[in-house]
Nanobody, 125 residues
Framework: QVDLVESGGGLVQAGGSLRLSCSVS????????LGWFRQAPGKEREFVSV???????WYHNAVQGRFFISRDNAKNTLNLQMNNLKAEDTALYFC???????????????????WGQGTQVTVSS
């Protein structure tokens, strides 16, 4: 059974930081692509960041330089460090196990095989 469980979301003021975590089970953690997507009310679910199984990372332009994705292989955990948060970062954040990579770095939900339940991030000004 594949299980992706997010944690770490919450309410933070603009300019603040949050660290999201995703506990991964049911897949060979070190051999699969993993990432984060987010969905704001009334909007499509969008790519935030992806970590490949071979060490490459991708970021959406809106978060590049502020967000950092990482893996803890010992704990089978995917993390997303979010710094200098903005109001427009407010969304439900989903952990995802990928089915395919995008060579261009333009990921979409079509690249995802499994989803977590989501954790809410709310940024106030």
């Amino acid at each position: 059974q594949v299980d992706l469980v997010e944690s770490g979301g919450g309410l933070v003021q603009a300019g603040g930081s949050l660290r999201l975590s995703c506990s991964v089970s049911g897949v060979p953690f070190s051999s699969v692509g993993l990432g984060w997507f987010r969905q704001a009310p009334g909007k499509e679910r969008e790519f935030v960041s992806v970590s490949s199984h071979y060490g490459e990372t991708w970021y959406h332009n809106a978060v590049q330089g502020r967000f950092f994705i990482s893996r803890d292989n010992a704990k089978n955990t995917l993390n997303l460090q979010m710094n200098n948060l903005k109001a427009e970062d407010t969304a439900l954040y989903f952990c995802a196990k990928l089915s395919t990579y995008s060579p261009s770095g333009d990921f979409s939900t079509k690249n995802v095989r499994f989803w977590g339940q989501g954790t809410q991030v709310t940024v106030s000004s």
